[in-house]
Antibody
Framework: QITLKESGPTLVKPTQTLTLTCTFS??????????VGWIRQPPGKALEWLAL???????RYSPSLKSRLTITKDTSKSQVVLTMTNMDPVDTATYYC???????????????WGQGTLVTVSS | SYELTQPPSVSVSPGQTAKITCSGD??????TYWYQQKPGQAPVLVMY???ERPSGIPERFSGSSSGTTVTLTISGVQAEDEADYYC????????????FGTGTKVSVL
C-alpha cells in the first residue's frame, strides 16, 4: 500500500521561503520510472501542479513558478522536499504530494495523494 | 499558458446521468485523467488513460475522448458522487509539465 504524508510549517511570513517534506512508503524512488509530484490548491480554488521529481533525479517545474521552486529527493529516507521562495499571501493553499506511477504517457497521472497540508502566508 | 476548461457546475438527480467535459488543445495528443475530490479530502483518481477505470472505482464511472474534448460520465448518479471533479493532462509532448482543469462541482439534487 502506497502512502504519502506532507509536513512543514502551517504559517509563513511574506517573502520567506517555504520548505515542505513529503514522506512516503510502499514504493521506492530508486525504482525505474517512479516519480513524486507536488500539487497545491488555494482555498475554494482549483488544483495547480507545481513540480515533479523522478527516480533518476530528472525534475520538472511549473513554467509559471519555475524560478521560485526547487524539488529534491532523499531516497534513503523516502522523502521528497519542495522549497518555494519569496512566499506571498496568494500562495496560501493546501499543498499535496502524490505518487506518479511511471514515466510513460499512460502514467502521466498522480495516484495516490497525501492528505495535504495547509500553508497560510500572512504577516 | 496551457489550460484545460471544464464547466463550473453540473446538477443531476439521483439515478440520472452526469457528463463532465474537459477541453484543451493538447488533449488529442495526450491522455486525460480524472480525479474526484470530496470536501476536506485529497483528490482520488477515478479515470486514467481517457477511459480506464482504476480498481475499486464503480462501473458507473466511464470516460471517452473525441478530438480535443474528453468526457467523464457518471451513470446512475448516487448521492455519494457529489464532489468536485478535475481533469488533468500533460503538455503536448507529455514530458515537460502537467496541468489540471478548472474543476466541476457535481451536485446531486
Amino acid at each position: 500500500q502506497i502512502t504519502l504524508k506532507e509536513s512543514g510549517p502551517t504559517l509563513v511570513k511574506p517573502t520567506q521561503t517555504l520548505t515542505l517534506t513529503c514522506t512516503f512508503s510502499g514504493f521506492s524512488l530508486s525504482t525505474s520510472g517512479v516519480g513524486v509530484g507536488w500539487i497545491r490548491q488555494p482555498p475554494g480554488k482549483a488544483l495547480e501542479w507545481l513540480a515533479l521529481i523522478y527516480w533518476n533525479d530528472d525534475k520538472r517545474y511549473s513554467p509559471s513558478l519555475k524560478s521560485r521552486l526547487t524539488i529534491t529527493k532523499d531516497t534513503s529516507k523516502s522523502q521528497v522536499v519542495l522549497t518555494m521562495t519569496n512566499m506571498d499571501p496568494v500562495d496560501t493553499a493546501t499543498y499535496y504530494c502524490a505518487h506518479k506511477p511511471g514515466i510513460a504517457a499512460a502514467h502521466n497521472c498522480f495516484d495516490p495523494w497525501g492528505q495535504g497540508t495547509l500553508v497560510t502566508v500572512s504577516s | 499558458s496551457y489550460e484545460l476548461t471544464q464547466p463550473p457546475s453540473v446538477s443531476v438527480s439521483p439515478g440520472q446521468t452526469a457528463k463532465i467535459t474537459c477541453s484543451g488543445d493538447a488533449l488529442s495528443k495526450q491522455y486525460t485523467y480524472w480525479y474526484q475530490q470530496k470536501p476536506g479530502q485529497a483528490p482520488v483518481l477515478v479515470m486514467y488513460k481517457d477511459s480506464e477505470r482504476p480498481s475499486g472505482i464503480p462501473e458507473r464511472f466511464s470516460g471517452s475522448s473525441s478530438g480535443t474534448t474528453v468526457t467523464l460520465t457518471i451513470s446512475g448518479v448516487q448521492a455519494e458522487d457529489e464532489a468536485d471533479y478535475y481533469c488533468q493532462s500533460a503538455d503536448s509532448s507529455g514530458t515537460y509539465f502537467y496541468v489540471f482543469g478548472t474543476g466541476t462541482k457535481v451536485s446531486v439534487l
